[in-house]
């Protein structure tokens, strides 16, 4: 595999999480006994990240007493509270020069899905409806039997005509060739609208750079946003991760 630095975005601020969120940063709360960035860490080691780089804000203060000594790369947003995530994603690339991982930090997910990418193309997970609520919408389009490539994202379903793919995961590849041009796309959308999401950048990146949209069916992974995603993940999600993690181990094949 082509050595890959995985970023991880983890500065927000968390509100929907209410007075949780203001303690705790959302990568940081704690879902089976670990915190949701040290079960994605865990994850990327063993799918064979190079290098990782986790990109803070709200109280990184957190992540830097959790990471101490190890060789987990923090890079700080000074303007996370007034920014959009593009903003994070802009400070994580600097500096990266080969291909690269992008994950959001409130995610857990089974290391099956680290399986749909192999660090050498543009590639943005999508997953078959998971009913979790909040859900970002993928659309693409293609020619019959071919890769389908992102033409938008939103949680808008009335954004386009026809029906979207799928869900956003929140895991996306992307080349060396595409990530040089990343960090010109998101300056070039940040200057427009400086609280953009990441997402929109990607969006932008497309319409110069394809993006393959891979379809994911059953693998379990949870976006925790507020209290009831938590509530959610815990009591259906979690098990499941473990289940697949299990079967990952012992080299099986988990049905969906």
Not at 158 to 167: D, H, K, M, S
Not at 169 to 188: D, N, S
Request: proline fraction near 5%; include cysteine; aromatic fraction near 6%.
């Amino acid at each position: 595999m082509t050595e890959i630095t995985a970023i991880i975005l983890a500065a927000g601020l968390g509100v929907r999480m209410g007075p949780r969120g203001k303690l705790t940063p959302k990568g940081l709360l704690r879902v089976g006994g670990a915190t949701l960035i040290e079960q994605s860490v865990a994850a990327l080691r063993a799918w064979g990240a190079a290098r990782i780089v986790i990109v803070t804000g709200h109280l990184s203060d957190q992540f830097e007493a959790l990471f101490a000594g190890s060789d987990i790369e923090l890079r700080h947003n000074p303007h996370y509270a007034t920014t959009g995530n593009l903003r994070s994603l802009a400070v994580g690339l600097e500096g990266v020069d080969g291909p690269c991982l992008i994950l959001e930090g409130d995610l857990i997910y089974a290391p099956q899905v680290l399986d749909a990418v192999d660090g050498s193309s543009n590639r943005f997970l999508v997953s078959t409806a998971t009913g979790a609520g909040d859900e970002e919408y993928v659309w693409a389009t293609g020619v019959q039997g071919g890769p389908l490539h992102m033409v938008e994202v939103s949680k808008d379903l009335a954004v386009r005509p026809e029906p979207p793919l799928g869900e956003m995961i929140g895991v996306t590849e992307l080349t060396a060739e595409a990530v040089r041009r990343m960090r010109r796309v998101a300056l070039e959308v940040l200057s427009h609208d400086p609280e953009e999401f990441y997402e929109a950048g990607l969006v932008a990146l497309s319409r110069e750079d394809a993006i393959e949209c891979v379809l994911l069916d059953g693998v379990p992974w949870a976006e925790i946003d507020d209290e009831r995603m938590l509530e959610r993940t815990e009591r259906e999600v979690y098990p499941r991760i473990q289940a697949w993690r299990a079967l990952k181990a012992a080299g099986g094949s988990p049905a969906a």
